[in-house]
């Protein structure tokens, strides 16, 4: 079964730096998708970036990008240049591809602060 | 492009009562997905959807819950009769391409 584990429960950091989120995840599946969402205190479900497991080179959006590291089952989000608007939880997503309308499986998501 | 459109945002009820959710999917959108969201929690896939057929609801507790999505386009959520533990955030989502798209939520509190 897949599994998506984000190990940072909660970080802040200052406006204008830049922070790492962590995510893992497991799975003997060779095609499939990863994302990152975005849920701020409104509760909806923002996609922030979104990875092929099939594309080497790492998606990028805006101030946004990840590091994706397919053997060692690791999909990292960087955000540069943080901003106050940034401040909500972070969920990191799986999804099996193939058909590409599977479930997707979410971490338990990373609260992140930042701070003025 | 209009987003994914749930109602109602918020309801509070007593255990053992009932309840319904809504959701409109993005036009053109055949997938559709209910995910329940527990405070402090990712979401959890309860229900999906394709077209108006069900294609997994391994994890939908069937003894009071049920959803259906007559026409392939909007769906319901029920609860009946509720309990103390379905206090969550109710999230329709409906799918394009690999990506899901997510609606506002409800938020249920039961009492």
């Known amino acids: 079964a897949q599994t998506v584990t984000q190990s940072q429960p909660e970080m802040s950091v200052q406006e204008a730096e830049t922070v790492t989120l962590s995510c893992t995840y497991d799975t003997s599946e060779n095609n499939y998708y990863l994302f990152w969402y975005k849920q701020p205190p409104s509760r909806q479900m923002i996609l922030v970036i979104r990875?092929?497991?099939?594309?080497?080179q790492n998606a990028t959006e805006n101030r946004f990008s990840v590091n994706f590291q397919k053997a060692a089952k690791s999909f990292s989000l960087k955000i540069s240049d943080s901003q106050l608007g940034d401040t909500a939880m972070y969920f990191c997503?799986?999804?099996?591809?193939?058909?590409?309308?599977?479930?997707?499986?979410f971490g338990k998501g990373t609260r992140l602060h930042i701070l003025p | 492009e209009a987003g994914v459109a749930q109602s109602p945002r918020y309801k509070i009820i007593e255990k053992r009562q009932s309840v319904a959710f809504w959701c409109n999917p993005i036009s053109g959108h055949a997938t559709l997905y209910w995910y329940q969201q527990i405070l402090g929690q990712g979401p959890k896939l309860l229900i999906q959807?394709?077209?108006?057929?069900?294609?997994?609801d391994s994890q939908l507790p069937k003894d009071r819950f049920s959803a259906e999505r007559l026409k392939g386009v909007d769906s319901t959520l029920k609860i009946q009769p509720a309990k103390l533990e379905d206090s969550a955030v109710y999230l329709c989502a409906s799918n394009s391409w690999d990506t899901q798209y997510f609606g506002p939520g409800t938020r249920l509190t039961v009492l």
């Open positions: 990875q092929e497991a099939y594309k080497q």
């Open positions: 959807f394709q077209n108006n057929g069900v294609v997994d």
């Open positions: 997503a799986f999804a099996h591809g193939g058909v590409g309308d599977d479930k997707i499986i």
